[in-house]
């Protein structure tokens, strides 16, 4: 199988993306595990599709390094916004992608003809146990003790289309993330497993922010982790509704904004890194 492709990413979480529109992809699972290798393969956080819809503009699918399919990906949703535009596939800078987690709308931001910055409508979160999932017998799971690997942990859990664990602290630098990651990630409570984010509060404006995402391990950025954790911040007192706040990644920033109506805004950039042709035996 010989298949075109970009490389991109927002603020160093990246994916390679196929424009389906034009190839036809079998075996996607299998495809990002082969290429997500840093060393035999492209080397990636994972695979993006993007494919023709019926209901918006186009279709969004993911695949995560390990080959299974999310529901939503922040940062990779900024970059369909800037390659449907960039290669000419759209002339229109507002936006409706389809994904698993619903229609998003996304804003995109153009300077000499290309796309720099996209602003992306997330939808509403949602704190339903059923809809994370985690497995309470509350009505929602805000700052709920959790011991995981023989520590305890309070824990806040969204979905923002796809499932997040959000964690206080203020030694994330230090945390040994690759032991505790996949603790969380596969601890009994989360039957789909969870993408889980520690956050450091430096201010009511500006959080630090460190991500294990399922399926992946650590990544430089989550846009869907970024937006959980403004919205787990606000719910425990640290920020504020309707307030822009500044989301420090490893990667970057991001600039999220959870409304009182319960919806979230994202805001931040999409980079091209190259495009090529890969061959794989499949």
């Not at 995560?64 to 399919?69: F, I, L, V, Y």
């Not at 504020?240 to 931040?268: A, H, N, W």
Request: with cysteine; hydrophobic share 35%; glycine share 10%.
């Amino acid at each position: 199988m010989e298949f075109k492709f970009s490389k991109m990413h927002g603020l160093g979480n990246d994916y390679v993306y196929v424009d389906c529109t034009q190839e036809k992809l079998h075996h996607p699972e299998e495809i990002a595990k082969r290429i997500s290798d840093r060393r035999f393969g492209i080397g990636s956080d994972g695979l993006i599709l993007i494919c023709p819809s019926e209901k918006a503009d186009f279709e969004m699918r993911m695949f995560n390094a390990d080959g299974s399919e999310g529901r939503m990906c922040g940062n990779g949703i900024r970059c369909v916004g800037k390659y449907v535009y960039d290669h000419g596939l759209t002339e229109k800078t507002d936006l409706e992608i389809d994904t698993k987690s619903g229609i998003k709308h996304l804003k995109l931001i153009v300077e000499e003809g290309k796309v720099t910055f996209v602003e992306v409508q997330m939808g509403k979160a949602s704190l339903r146990p059923k809809d994370i999932p985690v497995e309470t017998d509350y009505d929602d799971f805000i700052s709920q003790p959790m011991l995981v690997g023989g520590e305890a942990y309070l824990v806040t859990c969204v979905s923002m289309g796809s499932p997040h664990a959000v964690i206080f602290s203020d030694e994330i630098d230090t945390l040994p993330l690759e032991r505790i990651g996949p603790l969380f990630e596969r601890h009994e409570k989360f039957p789909e497993r969870i993408n889980t984010e520690f956050i450091q509060v430096i201010d009511r404006y500006t959080l630090n922010m460190r991500v294990w995402e399922r399926g992946s391990g650590e990544t430089f950025a989550c846009g869907t982790g970024a937006c959980a954790s403004v919205v787990a911040a606000v719910l425990n007192g640290h920020c504020d509704y309707d307030s822009e706040i500044t989301v420090q990644l490893r990667g970057g920033e991001l600039f999220i904004t959870y409304l009182q109506d319960g919806s979230v805004i994202m805001k931040g950039p999409a980079a091209h890194v190259f495009d090529g042709i890969m061959e794989l035996d499949i």
